[in-house]
């Protein structure tokens, strides 16, 4: 085992070798974290999470090399890669409405960055170390995520000839409904019509376009509009 493990260590003190088995690691690694955003049909799969690995590794490497050869500063062309690589993960960010997805699948490409630059380093238990902690976050964080309270919100804008009128009256339908006012205002408009702000949340979906029939039964209310969808 001895001559095994001696062998092993020359070979990692030759440059080239030591560069052939940290895009080999990185491969391995950020394709392990891809395969799991594969499997969950994310923009950003297996060829992706590798490719940005391998980039972060040989950013990280010409950095070394610049250094041994010119002396350069070697963190100057990694600190440039996590500025630019902002601009691929904005890329995997899709605006649905008023919902965000695609945030996590963002992070996990820094995350791969960041993996990618310590293996160029040549930390290679901290590399496995942190791709084994990050895979588990992405496949197994919905498991505790099931178990906490998840709330949603929404924005409703309630036009009436009367606002501070009607207050009681909307306070009565949120009420049977099982919802709770966060925040409520009266806005006073000189061009056009008042109106009432409301922001809610509630635990289990509703129908809202229940809640605005009844909203809209009330006396005086010419128009109920969502401002913001339920998250």
Same mark, same amino acid.
């Given at each position: ?30 394709? %392990? /974290? #891809? ?8 923009? !950003?799969? =297996?060829?992706? @999470?590798?490719?940005?690995?391998? *980039? ?61 630059? %310590? /293996? #160029? ?8 170390? !942190?791709? =084994?902690?990050? @895979?588990?976050?992405?496949?197994? *964080? ?90």
């Amino acid at each position: 085992m001895e001559p095994i493990l001696e062998g092993i260590q020359k070979l990692m003190l030759i440059e080239e070798f030591e560069i052939f088995f940290k895009l080999v690691l990185i491969v391995i690694l950020a394709g %392990i /974290v #891809g395969y799991e955003r594969e499997s969950w049909k994310k923009p !950003a799969g =297996f060829r992706t @999470y590798v490719l940005v690995g391998i *980039s972060a590794v040989l950013v990280m490497v010409c950095g070394d090399l610049l250094y041994e050869e010119l002396g350069a500063d070697p963190t100057r062309i990694p600190a440039q890669l996590l500025s630019g690589i902002g601009f691929l993960g904005a890329g995997t960010i899709l605006r649905d409405g008023f919902n965000v997805k695609g945030l996590t699948t963002a992070a996990g490409l820094l995350a791969v960055t960041c993996i990618g630059l %310590i /293996v #160029g380093a040549g930390f290679y238990i901290p590399a496995i170390v !942190a791709t =084994f902690v990050v @895979y588990c976050v992405l496949s197994y *964080s919905h498991v505790l995520s099931s178990k906490l309270e998840h709330y949603y919100f929404i924005d409703l804008k309630i036009v009436s000839q009367k606002p501070k009128e009607i207050l009681d009256d909307i306070r009565k339908v949120f009420n049977q409904e099982k919802l709770e006012i966060i925040q409520i205002k009266i806005v006073e408009d000189k061009e056009a019509n008042d109106y009432i702000k409301l922001e809610v949340k509630y635990k289990e979906k509703v129908d809202v376009n229940r809640i605005v029939s009844k909203i809209m039964a009330i006396n005086t209310v010419k128009e109920v509009v969502e401002t913001k969808k339920a998250e």
